[in-house]
């Protein structure tokens, strides 16, 4: 059974730029959603997705989007990034049934110079 | 709203018990969670209790909830070196989504 995974592992962009990160869910898992962990600090909901839809979002602008596709893996995009921006980005999985039960990713470690 | 509060960080010795607490401000929790970070890696879930339980038990991990205090803790039995990391703290609600609120993480530190 494969795990949660990210791409990339890092990734330096500069202010303003934008990013896309990928993750693909764990298999038999429908559900993905997305956290920034900055460093020192829990993470943060930005948002979920299920069946393609956005199903929950944190206390994050719209400058941060994504998508989920059909075989459930998803994106997080951020456009005009910010210095603060520079975080750990978790992605995490969950079957429709147990939504508890969250599986995460490594994450992908974005810095914005 | 949600809050969920931890100390930083505790250290212990090799074998001996750790016990890492956590308090949380929403009465209608659902669920709560540990959760272990190791560096430069993702969260692992290790375990969960839900609102209605006061103790569970899973080989050396024993968690309490003390649900009129709002206080949860995580016992680690026989600390090993290999427990040293980051021990978050998280609940949820039953919202349709269970959206786990963190806290800021427990480091834990295991010296010999």
């Known amino acids: 059974e494969t795990g949660v995974t990210q791409s990339p592992t890092h990734l330096i962009k500069t202010r303003g730029q934008q990013v896309t990160l990928r993750c693909s869910s764990q298999s038999g898992h429908n559900t993905v959603s997305w956290y920034q962990q900055a460093l020192g600090q829990g993470p943060q909901f930005i948002f979920q997705?299920?069946?393609?839809?956005?199903?929950g979002r944190g206390n994050f602008p719209p400058r941060f989007s994504g998508l989920q596709f059909p075989n459930y893996s998803s994106e997080l995009n951020v456009n005009a990034l910010e210095l603060d921006d520079s975080a750990l980005y978790l992605c995490a999985s969950s079957p429709r049934d147990s939504l508890n039960e969250q599986f995460f990713g490594p994450g992908t470690r974005l810095t914005v110079l | 709203g949600e809050d969920v509060e931890q100390s930083l960080f505790l250290s212990v010795r090799e074998g001996d018990s750790s016990v890492i607490n956590c308090t949380y401000t929403d009465s209608s929790s659902t669920y709560l969670y540990w959760y272990k970070q190791e560096p430069g890696a993702g969260l692992q879930l290790l375990t969960y209790?839900?609102?209605?339980?006061d103790m569970k038990q899973d080989q050396r991990l024993t968690v309490l909830l003390n649900k009129k205090d709002k206080h949860l803790s995580l016992r680690i039995a026989d600390t090993q070196t290999g427990d040293s990391a980051i021990y978050f703290c998280a609940e949820s609600i039953e919202r349709g989504s269970y959206i786990p609120t963190f806290g800021r993480g427990t480091s834990l530190i295991v010296h010999p």
């Open positions: 997705y299920y069946r393609e839809e956005e199903n």
């Open positions: 209790i839900f609102s209605n339980m």
